[in-house]
């Protein structure tokens, strides 16, 4: 499936992803990377690769997002690696993504849908807004940015959502309720419709509203499909 990268709002090149170990959820393709690879991510791929012991909190910073050309953002808990090296710099070039969602696999990879994954009045996200909504949720959450090691941050942060990793997927074109992968370790729930406050600071608990869904097959039957049919009445 076609892909596109992205670094923070920027994208650094696209990529036709296709399966590589899936039982540990890994894809992989060609990638082809822009000027703003070049120009603002390459140096840290270097990096990445000159030492034992990367560094992953500086790595994470880059905040690499990958949306299939359906329009779904990929959720990745091993992460992203490019395959990019200065002794071979004309070398053919290829990212790997980990450990991403076992529907992801199945539907959009197995079966290869060519229409949207969410449907009216669901909508799908732009770089910018999932950006935007994540920076808004770890505000309200009490954390200072969107990374894997919040976790790690417990101490500091006392809303009851504290210790859970957020991605923002898609959004209801009625009000501010945004689907969110939802992650939190011995969480058996793996998605969440919230709603958010736009205070831009830390919310008390109850805030902003939450609504768990144990996969996004139960998000589509629970939700998505109610109000679609709310829509079209």
């Not at 000159?50 to 808990?77: C, D, H, I, M």
């Not at 097959?217 to 049919?229: A, G, H, I, L, V």
Request: proline share 3%; charged share 30%.
């Amino acid at each position: 499936m076609k892909a596109k990268i992205y670094s923070h709002n920027l994208l650094i090149g696209t990529s036709e992803l296709q399966i590589g170990d899936e039982s540990m959820g890994c894809v992989f393709g060609e990638f082809l990377p822009n000027e703003h690879y070049f120009k603002n991510v390459q140096k840290y791929v270097w990096e990445f690769w000159k030492t034992n012991k990367p560094n992953y909190e500086k790595w994470n910073s880059l905040r690499f997002n990958v949306q299939l050309e359906n329009g779904y953002f990929v959720y990745a808990v091993g992460g992203y690696t490019f395959d990019d090296s200065p002794d071979f710099p004309d070398e053919q070039k290829r990212i790997d993504i980990a450990g991403i969602d076992r529907h992801v696999i199945e539907y959009f990879f197995q079966k290869k849908p060519t229409d949207f994954f969410v449907e009216e009045p669901w909508e799908n996200l732009s770089i910018e807004q999932k950006i935007s909504f994540e920076d808004e949720l770890n505000k309200e959450l009490g954390l200072k940015s969107n990374s894997i090691f919040n976790f790690l941050k417990k101490k500091k942060a006392k809303h009851k959502l504290n210790g859970f990793n957020f991605s923002a997927l898609c959004k209801y074109k009625c009000n501010d309720d945004i689907l969110f992968v939802a992650r939190k370790k011995e969480f058996e729930k793996e998605f969440a419709i919230i709603h958010l406050t736009w205070k831009g600071k830390q919310e008390v608990d109850g805030f902003p509203g939450i609504d768990f869904f144990n996969n996004f097959e139960e998000f589509k039957k629970n939700r998505m499909y109610p109000d679609k049919k709310k829509w079209e009445e």
